[in-house]
């Protein structure tokens, strides 16, 4: 069973709600809901814990994961062992684990006192540092860059915990001959902001870290091409021009040297987009470079300040140019599978907006609608506050918190007990005998953030409906941020 978590004034989900339309969509807004948002903040970290992959620390949390993929790297004689497991599978692909860990990085920067006074910040640093010391051990080679440990195929034909894995532990490499500059990009942008995180506790890690992430970048820019090694899982519909952006600008952040200002300026490509992903980083890029335009009023940043308004203005309900679906209960949805993750994008994005636009005594403009500071703010609460609970189902999508949390997460680990360890069972079997049992996982995981549910609120809390139970690090690594100034800051309505 899982363990419940009680949310404050948690019949308020109910208490208060009331009907408004938005473009002739009716959607129910569900008012005054706080919730233990320090609780969920430490769970959420929990669950990146244990996605790790390697030899884990003493006391690791949660205590039924053990060491796993101690062999990996051995085909192509590199030490790749460490790093993180994506999803509900055994596989590590570079991309989105690049993209957890610069997300980690940029809730660190923006939040460090808040998490820090929530007891996480060390917690935070030491997930992002499992994260970059797997990526100096994939970059260790001149002009070459690790991107993938594991047979997706074949471990999507094998339901075995990681500990007990037996599939091929295939390895996947870019160069300047087999070019990946999305993976090459995000990584730099990884290595880039972890080495800011880490510059005033080990100034050591943190030169390395920056110079590694020169050196990528440098690569990712000179050997240019699309790399499809990860499709169809991890394939990158948009191109890699958003990943040169967003490892240009944490660059410039991490060195102030004019160089990467100026690529920003006079080389960079850029875009007015409505979402940011694991996929498509042009939003967070924008919002990153819009302080710098109020910071420094260089004009020449002035149209990244206006794509960071016009991703506003497509998300936010109230905006006469709002294009993102929403559901009936007030919860954004852009697609199927993991939707979770734009939610919890668009919160810590609206969340750090938010805050620049207070500082510089800011607003931006929708046509011919102006909003502040504490409207982002709103909605990215009201999004984070669906996740945990205030939805028409009254249930929370975060394993292990609040009422009536998701206990068949989409996810090997959790759904195989301890007592099968070293049982032998075969691949077809491992399906009939974990997959599909009609019962919770043995293995609570907690803090996941499953997929959630459809356009239209529904929710089946079943193993088998990936796109609506199966957790990712990038749904969480998005939610630290948002978590803690929350945990700091509730704004009660």
């Not at 967070?284 to 020449?300: C, N, P, R």
Request: with cysteine.
């Amino acid at each position: 069973m899982a363990m419940g978590t009680f949310a404050k004034a948690s019949m308020a989900v109910i208490a208060l709600t009331w009907p408004a339309f938005f473009h002739g969509l009716l959607v129910t807004v569900y008012a005054n809901a706080d919730f233990d948002y320090k609780d969920a903040l430490g769970k959420s970290i929990i669950f990146l814990e244990a996605q790790r992959s390697g030899r884990l620390p003493p006391r690791h949390r949660p205590a039924w994961r053990g060491d796993s993929g101690l062999e990996d790297g051995k085909q192509a004689n590199v030490d790749l062992v460490g790093g993180y497991y994506d999803a509900g599978d055994n596989v590590k692909y570079g991309l989105p684990m690049a993209f957890t860990i610069s997300t980690m990085s940029l809730s660190a920067l923006y939040y460090h006192q808040e998490l820090k006074s929530a007891g996480e910040l060390q917690n935070v640093m030491d997930a992002i540092r499992w994260g970059t010391d797997y990526f100096l051990k994939t970059s260790s080679r001149k002009n070459k860059l690790y991107v993938q440990v594991g047979d997706p195929v074949q471990d999507h034909q094998c339901w075995v915990r990681p500990e007990e894995m037996k599939t091929p532990r295939t390895v996947l490499m870019i160069d300047s001959k087999t070019p990946g500059t999305e993976i090459a990009a995000e990584t730099a942008a990884a290595m880039a902001s972890a080495s800011i995180v880490f510059r005033g506790v080990d100034r050591p890690y943190s030169r390395r870290l920056l110079n590694k992430a020169k050196l990528l970048f440098h690569f990712a820019n000179s050997h240019k091409g699309t790399y499809d090694g990860e499709c169809p899982f991890y394939c990158s519909y948009s191109g890699y021009n958003d990943e040169l952006l967003w490892a240009a600008t944490w660059l410039y952040m991490a060195t102030r040297n004019p160089t990467y200002l100026e690529y920003i300026k006079e080389d960079s490509i850029s875009a007015i987009v409505a979402e940011f992903s694991w996929d498509l980083k042009y939003a967070g890029a924008q919002i990153l470079l819009s302080e710098m335009f109020f910071e420094s009023g260089d004009q020449a940043l002035a149209n990244f300040k206006n794509q960071a308004d016009s991703y506003v203005c497509s998300v936010l309900p109230e905006s006469p140019y709002h294009q993102v679906y929403m559901t009936p209960g007030g919860l954004i949805h852009y697609r199927d599978g993991a939707n979770a993750q734009y939610v919890t994008g668009t919160a810590l994005l609206f969340s750090i907006y938010a805050d620049v636009l207070a500082k510089h005594n800011q607003k931006i403009t929708c046509g011919g609608q102006q909003f502040g500071s504490s409207q982002l703010m709103a909605f990215a609460k009201k999004q984070m506050d669906y996740l945990l609970g205030a939805n028409p189902r009254g249930r929370s999508y975060m394993v292990g918190f609040g009422k009536d949390p998701p206990t068949r997460a989409h996810h090997r680990g959790a759904s195989v007990p301890l007592e099968n360890v070293n049982s032998g069972v075969s691949c077809p079997m491992s399906f009939v005998n974990f997959f599909l049992k009609n019962m919770p996982n043995p293995n609570e995981l907690t803090g996941a953030i499953v997929g959630g549910p459809d356009k239209h609120d529904n929710f089946n809390d079943e193993r088998w409906d990936g796109p609506m139970t199966e957790p990712c690090t990038y749904v969480n690594s998005l939610a630290i941020g948002v978590l803690a100034k929350l945990t700091s800051h509730p704004l009660s309505n």
